[in-house]
């Protein structure tokens, strides 16, 4: 079957920029989860989707960051106006359902770049 | 609060030898936790889930522990080889059902 997708691969922006990240999850999984990894950390959670609901978003910066997930299917993140401190690889995961014994499923990731 | 803790320094060690890992945590009240691997470059690869009424669980060469008395769990890699070199992740659910991850532990094995 075929694994998350996510594009770009890579981004570089100027601070105060924007720019958009794109993610279709795995075919069925109706739980799509957006992580922020910053260099030397582990994932950090941005915002869970159950089908086109939002379940949490208490960790996204909402003054700049926002996501959607039209349809249930593919989503998107979007940085409006990008910081330096945002540079950081932007995971996409999904996973079948959101009960707590559920894997989730990764994407390679977005690395961003903000100069 | 919250905090999942990783050893933030590498683990080096001999092909051929055991690597443990630690993941401890802090005012979570888990009842699966799970180990992810990461590859430069690449998104986190499940790897084993371990339910809090289990003590230990095994996979091929891997071995997971979970002591919920001390908010620990083990990660072992038996026989270990340099393509095992990667870095191994923790996570676990918490009460609002976010799956939250631990830093990370490097690992490298050496030929």
């Known amino acids: 079957e075929a694994g998350v997708a996510q594009s770009p691969r890579y981004k570089i922006i100027e601070k105060r920029q924007s720019v958009a990240f794109w993610c279709n999850p795995i075919s069925g999984h109706a739980t799509l989860y957006w992580y922020q990894q910053i260099l030397g950390q582990g994932p950090k959670l941005l915002i869970q989707f159950q089908n086109n609901g939002v379940v949490d978003d208490s960790q996204l910066p909402k003054d700049r960051f926002s996501a959607e997930r039209l349809k249930g299917v593919d989503s998107t993140l979007k940085i409006q106006p990008a910081k330096l401190e945002d540079s950081a690889v932007y995971l996409c995961?999904?996973?079948?359902?959101?009960?707590?014994?559920?894997?989730?499923?990764f994407g390679s990731g977005t690395q961003l770049s903000v100069l | 609060s919250q905090k999942i803790e990783q050893n933030s320094e590498a683990l080096n060690i001999q092909e051929g030898k055991t690597a443990t890992l630690t993941c401890n945590y802090t005012n979570y009240s888990p009842a699966y936790l799970q180990w992810y691997r990461q590859d430069p470059g690449r998104g986190p690869v499940f790897l084993l889930l371990?339910?809090?009424?289990?003590k230990e669980k095994r996979k091929e060469r891997l071995k997971v522990t979970f002591d919920t008395t001390l908010k620990q769990s083990l990660f072992h890699i038996t026989a270990s080889q340099p393509a095992d070199s990667a870095t191994y992740l923790c996570?676990?659910?918490?009460?609002?059902?976010?799956?939250?991850f631990g830093g990370g532990t490097r690992l490298m094995v050496k030929p």
């Open positions: 995961a999904s996973s079948k359902t959101e009960t707590t014994n559920e894997k989730l499923f």
């Open positions: 996570a676990l659910r918490n009460a609002g059902n976010m799956l939250t």
């Open positions: 371990i339910r809090e009424n289990e």
